[in-house]
Every structure is written in C-alpha cells, then in structure tokens.
C-alpha cells in the first residue's frame, strides 16, 4: 500500500517535450515516460490525483485522457502540432504555460505541488510555481553540464545548461535518479546537498518475469541454439551502440554471436543510416539484426530470448533497460554509467567494464557468456525486486511530503 500520510495529494506533473504515452525507444522518448507514467499509476493506486502535462503532438488527440485511476494525460497546444526539435519547444514554453494556466481556471483546479521532468519543463514548472505559490519539484533526467563534459555525446545549449543551473537553485527540491547524478548536479550546479533526494527509477515485475528461453526464441523467431546478444535503447550517441558495433569484431568467434538491436527511428533516420553505415564498414552485417522499436508489453519475450544484454552508454541518468533485463533473468554487460553498479551485482548478475569500449566490452561479453547458460533466472529475477514500481512510488510520495512538511 502506497504512503498516503492521510492526505490524498493533486499533483501537476508537466512532460512538456516528451509524452508519457510517446513511442519508446525512439528520439525524444524513453525511460523518463516509463518512468513518469508507472510513478503515476501507482500514485493514482494509492488515491493521489496526478495530471500530466504534456504537448499536443496531433491536433486529432483529445485534450484529457484518462490515463489509470486518478490520473489524466492533459494535451495541450503550443506551436505546430508536428514533432519540433527541442529548442523550437523552448521558443513555445509561454504559450504553452498560457494554455495550462487557461485550463487549470477553466477546471478550477488547485495542486498541492508541481513536478517537473527536464529543463523545459523546469523552466514551465518555475513560472507555475510563482503563479500558483506551490513546491516545485524537478527530476533533470540527464543534465546539460555532462553531456558537454562526456567525450563522443551530443553537445548541448547554454540556454539548457543556464536553466538547468537556475532551477538547482530555485526548485524546492531535486529528485535525481543515482546518487552519481546527485553529485554532477552539486558539482556541476552548485546545489546544496540537503536540497537534493534520490529515487531510483524501477521495473514492472510483473511485465518483466523470466519466460523458458526455448518458448522466448520460438515467439519472437530465433534459432534455439544460437547464442544472442541484445541492445535496446534510442539511437542517441550518448547511448554508445556504435561502440557495440565495433565490439562485435572483437570477439573470439564474432560469426556465431547475432546482436538484435532494438529501438530508433526508422530506416528512413540518418541515426539508423549512421549505424548501418558502421556495420557495413565493419563487415558485420550479416551478424546484426536491426528490429525497431518493439512495443514495452513485447519486450520480455527478447529479454528472456537473449543470452545478454548490452549497455554500451556513454552517458545515462539511470539505464531502466538493465533492470528490465535482470528482472526477465537475462545477465548485463555494461559501461559504468547510471545505475549500473547499483543495478548489477559485479560477476553474480553481470559486468561493468571499467576500461574503454570497445575492447574492453567486448572481453566483458566473452567473460559473460558462459554465466548466462549457468545462473538461475529467478535469482536474477529476485536481484531487482528492490526496484518495483510500488517500492520507487513510495519513495517518492515520502519526498513530496517532506517538501510539503518544510512549508
Ligand atoms: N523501450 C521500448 N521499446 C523500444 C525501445 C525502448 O519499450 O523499442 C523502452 C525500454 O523498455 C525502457 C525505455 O524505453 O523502458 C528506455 O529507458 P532507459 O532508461 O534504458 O533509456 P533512456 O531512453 O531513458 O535513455
């Protein structure tokens, strides 16, 4: 049962640049919706009412959803109703502040506090709280600062990082993923450490349970026999999969290994025309196998298919993809980033490679694979049952209340 404190709490949880019910895996969406979405749900269980903000990608979607108990998608228009790249996000944040403000009167809504997720919704999340004299909370999920700081990542804006700095200072509290995210926002940010609590991000264990390998192959069409290694994630270079490809070449028998690569944005992206590109030059074609984004309900049944999973990321906030893993029973190699260490459970449930990719990740797989055919799935399985929805919603209900309880 979730942490009420005999108050049911309203909660204005804005996701500006990316929906909570956007396709996963592609370019702005990810493990920040999986993880909005399921700390709702369970807030909602628990009879707290959330509302969502988000904007309105197609003007044929209905401005409310009702999304689980107690929680509403709320979709609200602010620029052209096709995908805008960030920054042009950033030029719409006054309409789009306009037209939460238009419907929270026409509602006669009230919030008890606000919850903001990324900087532009940070910068929204400011001026509601000055509007409407309640905590503002925010979870970064990556920050500017490091991704300019981490070799091979996407550089990012001054105006990210400028407004990033500002709502460190101002926000009521930071809620960061790790407790390695908790020390780039001091040292990057300057924030003092009592402002800031860490709430990891979780799995649904119930979605996410070991299946018998045999049926796994069988469903999603492998060979029974062959040995898989599986990546899944967006497309990003922070997300390191051209490092993944050329560790390919590197292991001892790099013909009889298959890596399924889940997640991107279509054949038609020039992500996707950059990682083939890779392979072709490699000479590893034959070996790969691009698939798309796989639905979230679908993903289990390649989880519990593959022999590993591979987390090559240069940078990441947490990394859900590892604990999804473990929770289907499947070991993970990966670059320490994130959670990762918090996740993996050193030569029991996996391997963090501390030495650069790709060499160094390669002889991680090698010295990995024998463990997949030998370690019990449920053992895996139970690795990460600290990491259920329920546990993660709690501890973040406990922060809001703390914030609420310093009023
Ligand atoms: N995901 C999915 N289908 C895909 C690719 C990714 O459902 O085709 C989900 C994946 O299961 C995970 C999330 O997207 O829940 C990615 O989260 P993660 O924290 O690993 O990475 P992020 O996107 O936050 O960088």
């Excluded at 698939?291 to 940078?315: K, M």
């Amino acid at each position: 049962m979730i942490y009420s404190k005999n108050k049911d709490l309203r909660i204005a949880m804005l996701s500006v640049h990316s929906s909570p019910i956007g396709p996963l895996g592609t370019r702005d969406t990810g493990g920040m919706s999986v993880c909005m979405r399921e700390v709702a749900r369970e807030l909602g269980r628990g009879g707290h009412k959330v509302d969502i903000y988000t904007r309105r990608r197609d003007p044929a979607l209905q401005e409310r959803i009702r999304l689980y108990e107690n929680v509403r998608l709320i979709q609200l228009s602010a620029g052209h109703e096709t995908g805008m790249d960030k920054l042009e996000v950033y030029d719409h944040l006054d309409d789009f502040f306009r037209a939460m403000e238009k419907f929270v009167r026409r509602h006669t809504l009230c919030y008890d506090l606000i919850h903001s997720h990324y900087w532009l919704s940070g910068r929204v999340g400011g001026w509601a709280q000055e509007q409407w004299k309640v905590p503002h909370l925010i979870t970064f999920h990556t920050l500017g600062a490091v991704k300019n700081a981490t070799e091979g990542v996407e550089s990012e804006p001054e105006v990210r990082v400028n407004t990033e700095r500002e709502l460190a200072q101002r926000c009521e509290r930071i809620l960061t993923n790790t407790e390695r995210e908790k020390e780039q926002v001091i040292r990057y940010y300057s924030s003092p450490p009592e402002a800031i609590g860490v709430v990891p991000c979780g799995v649904d264990q119930d979605l996410f349970s070991p299946m018998d390998a045999r049926l796994a192959r069988r469903q999603v069409g492998l060979d029974p026999n062959g040995t898989y290694l599986l990546y899944v994630g967006r497309f990003a270079p922070s997300k390191g999969l051209d490092r993944l490809l050329k560790a390919m070449p590197l292991l001892k028998h790099p013909k009889g290994i298959r890596l399924l690569v889940i997640g991107g944005d279509g054949n038609g992206a020039s992500s996707f025309r950059d990682m083939t590109g890779i392979c072709r030059k490699l000479g590893i074609e034959e070996v790969i196998s691009f698939l798309g984004c796989i639905e979230h309900e679908s993903l289990p049944a390649y989880y519990s298919a593959a022999d590993l999973l591979v987390v090559p990321s240069r940078y990441e906030s947490f990394g859900i993809v590892a604990l999804e893993a473990l929770a289907c029973g499947t070991p993970v190699v990966a670059t320490r980033v994130g959670a990762m260490e918090k996740i993996i459970r050193e030569g029991e449930t996996g391997h963090v490679v501390t030495d650069d990719p790709p060499a160094s990740l390669a002889q991680g797989i090698e010295n990995l694979l024998p463990l997949s055919a030998s370690v019990s799935p449920r053992s895996l399985h139970m690795s990460v049952a600290r990491f259920d929805w329920p546990i993660v919603a709690e501890e973040m209900l406990k922060e809001y209340f703390g914030v609420l309880d310093e009023l």
